[in-house]
């Protein structure tokens, strides 16, 4: 915008605020002031874009809001589309009726299928959408040398994206230990992110003491993995920023309630980390944690802020975050401050949704990197075999990936090696121990890795998705090797997705063929196949209380605590090597 017009538009918001006829006037509001933790009884002035007053207005359109409360718009400062399933299109119209107006994303997942061509895939189909979507560049392709991706970003690849539009700094930086042994390629990114003047996020779960000290020394001024209040208050004694997740694998708000207080909420803010669209269908986004907060005891304008202006302050998005003059007119219009229900939501000033449904003027998807076949022809491996998967050798002992409900985390558990028949030799269904498989997708490696689960539930059959943590290959979990390698098989087939196999026989599919990772489907159309699949590994016995597809995912993501599956083999990830599965 020249000059010229951008004084003209100054002009006009002015002399808007100064009492002329606006725009756009939102009459008797409550207005929720972040600032200062209270509600305004006002009338909100908006003039092209901007809210330019709070008090007694007239507009040229004028809507009376008959007493309810106005927010600022929601921001959810860590978020990877991908996990959702969904296109970026269909995830703005899953999620904006909810009050969400604004996500920072770190594309780590496609871009460790796809490289660059991810990220610009990414960046191509999120602008001009009706929600501001901003990326921080992922430090983690590939999360470690534990793995194999589709790709590596080393920071030459990622340096000349900070002069593009949305991109606010440096994703994740999941290496946490190789942060603090200083190697080169990742002081190198940080480097880079910090003198471009961006954040450096961080991915550090139960990093504390001189750990703590030198990660952070580093210049990460985040994290989001904090699963107790005590890890999370030291985190927040050294300066970090502690973004509370509530997803749909990691449900952190409950632990983490003690952070709603005022000596440390000024430096917390809400997540979701990832999402399925069964959850932002029926529960919402960012708008369902400040609910749960709220009934969970802590102060609702303590939770709007966190779920607005810390986001926005911590990011440097300084017109955003507020229902205040000069701020942008993203706001949720919701019902009151306890039951929290999203009545209406604007978008720079413009009616983007009612009542729960999306107001369909403007909404597009680009059809740009649809059929390219660096995005949706992603899966290089051979068809899968069941001696690709067996497990020859013999033992006393193995060791077993041990879940815990609710969290990422896992933990190592010895059991006596076991030969049951009618399963894969190591599966134990007395003990809850079933068989998981790895298998390379990216570069036709033929690699599999090859462990077992205990507390997954299922009792029968097999799952397999190319939904992955972070390299995304294709991992399967089953009780008999043909079952696994069936839909192992049919996920392939359908260049990724999920599958659920049993006695030979596909019992249900998802085909995700952007990048193995989504679709272009609705979110209710997925949900549907979704819940169809879920039911599906219920009834082979997988628990209510565990997402049978977001919980393998996590499965191969050498990261977080204590032992992981990868293509490589079984991974310690406090020695950060490949251990021995089966041994004497």
Not at 12 to 27: C, D, F, N, T
Not at 406 to 422: A, F, H, K, N, Q
Request: glycine share 10%.
């Amino acid at each position: 915008m020249a000059d010229r017009e951008k004084r003209e538009r100054l002009k006009r918001q002015i002399e808007a605020a100064a009492g002329a006829q606006a725009e756009l006037v939102l009459k008797n509001a409550r207005v929720v002031n972040v600032f200062t933790d209270e509600t305004e009884e006002a009338d909100i002035a908006i003039e092209d874009g901007y809210i330019v007053g709070i008090g007694r207005y007239t507009g040229r359109t004028q809507i009376d809001l008959s007493g309810r409360y106005v927010c600022p718009g929601f921001i959810d400062g860590h978020i990877h589309l991908e996990s959702s399933m969904i296109s970026p299109v269909e995830f703005a119209r899953a999620v904006v009726p909810h009050g969400t107006t604004a996500v920072v994303a770190d594309p780590h997942e496609i871009a460790n299928v796809a490289g660059l061509d991810g990220l610009e895939y990414m960046l191509n189909q999120t602008g001009g959408l009706p929600l501001d979507v901003y990326f921080v560049l992922p430090s983690c392709v590939p999360a470690t040398g534990l793995d194999e991706s589709g790709a590596v970003l080393g920071s030459d690849d990622l340096k000349p994206y900070y002069g593009r539009d949305r991109i606010l700094g440096l994703a994740e930086v999941m290496n946490a230990y190789g942060t603090i042994r200083g190697e080169e390629g990742i002081l190198d990114k940080i480097l880079d992110a910090k003198e471009n003047g961006g954040v450096v996020d961080g991915h550090a779960p139960g990093l504390a003491g001189s750990g703590l000290n030198a990660y952070i020394t580093a210049g990460v001024r985040s994290d989001h993995e904090c699963s107790t209040a005590s890890e999370a208050i030291e985190k927040l004694r050294r300066g970090q920023w502690i973004m509370i997740r509530e997803g749909t694998a990691a449900k952190n708000l409950s632990a983490l309630l003690p952070l709603f207080e005022p000596g440390y909420c000024r430096h917390c803010m809400l997540v979701t980390d990832d999402k399925h669209p069964e959850d932002l269908i029926h529960k919402g986004h960012i708008d369902y944690i400040i609910r749960e907060a709220i009934r969970l005891g802590a102060d609702p304008f303590c939770a709007i802020r966190m779920g607005s202006l810390h986001a926005a302050q911590y990011f440097g998005l300084d017109d955003m975050g507020a229902a205040a003059p000069g701020y942008r007119a993203n706001l949720a219009v919701v019902s009151d401050l306890k039951n929290f229900e999203v009545h209406m939501v604007l978008k720079d000033g413009r009616i983007v949704a009612r009542d729960g449904r999306m107001e369909e003027s403007g909404l597009r998807l680009r059809p740009d990197g649809w059929e390219d076949e660096r995005i949706c022809h992603t899966f290089h491996m051979k068809e899968a075999k069941p001696e690709d998967i067996r497990v020859r050798e013999n033992g006393k002992f193995q060791r077993v990936i041990g879940l815990t409900p609710g969290e990422l985390l896992t933990r190592e558990l010895i059991v006596p090696w076991s030969v049951t028949e009618g399963t894969a030799p190591g599966v134990n269904m007395e003990r809850g121990i079933i068989k998981a498989a790895v298998f390379e997708r990216h570069r036709a490696t033929g690699h599999v890795g090859i462990g077992y689960l205990y507390g997954y539930g299922l009792r029968k059959g097999a799952v397999a998705s190319s939904i992955g943590h972070d390299s995304h290959n294709l991992i399967a979990a089953g009780t008999t090797d043909e079952d696994i390698v069936l839909a192992a098989n049919t996920v392939r087939k359908n260049q990724g997705g999920l599958a659920v196999c049993a006695d030979g026989k596909v019992l249900g599919e998802l085909a995700l063929p952007i990048a193995g990772l989504m679709c272009g489907e609705s979110a209710e159309a997925v949900e549907a196949r979704l819940n169809e699949l879920k039911r599906r590994a219920r009834e082979l016995g997988v628990p209510e209380g565990i997402d049978p597809f977001m919980t393998l995912a996590f499965i191969s993501l050498p990261v977080i605590p204590e032992l992981r599956l990868t293509t490589l083999g079984l991974i310690d990830t406090a020695s950060m090597q490949v251990v021995r599965t089966v041994f004497q």
